[in-house]
């Protein structure tokens, strides 16, 4: 699968940005979609899954409450609803599929299978 972010750019503390992810083909035959993220010099951060046998959502506590995962009728966009954002948000965010995930500490550590390139979130003001 191709999978391809959009929507990244510049927002102020306290906003809200969307971000999209098309993918090439159906995203249901996966275990799971979602999104991780990457900030310079840190690790990469699991934000969502969205598990395909039931539709459930899940969220790392970091941003549990602010960010939404969402996917669109033909099962090939998946988007990320991101607000009341936050300096520390600023990453690069990946859109991917999950062979699996578990939640340690209260963040989700996945299993990726594949992921595209990348699209570019910074908050400041």
């Known amino acids: 699968v191709q999978l391809v972010e959009s929507g990244g750019g510049l927002v102020q503390p306290g906003g809200s940005l969307r971000l999209s992810c098309v993918a090439s083909?159906?995203?249901?035959?996966?275990?799971?979609i979602g999104w991780f993220r990457q900030a310079p010099g840190k690790e990469r951060e699991g934000i969502s899954c969205?598990?395909?046998?039931?539709?459930?959502?899940f969220y790392s506590d970091f941003v549990k409450g602010r960010f939404t995962i969402s996917r669109d009728n033909a099962q090939k966009t998946i988007y990320l609803q991101m607000d009341s954002v936050k300096p520390e948000d600023t990453a690069i965010y990946y859109c991917?599929?999950?062979?699996?995930?578990?939640?340690?500490?209260?963040?989700?550590?996945?299993?990726?299978?594949?992921w595209g390139q990348g699209t570019q979130v910074v908050v400041s003001s």
């Open positions: 991917a599929t999950f062979r699996g995930f578990g939640i340690v500490r209260g963040e989700i550590k996945g299993t990726y299978e594949a």
């Open positions: 083909e159906s995203t249901l035959d996966y275990y799971g």
């Open positions: 969205l598990r395909s046998r039931d539709g459930q959502t």
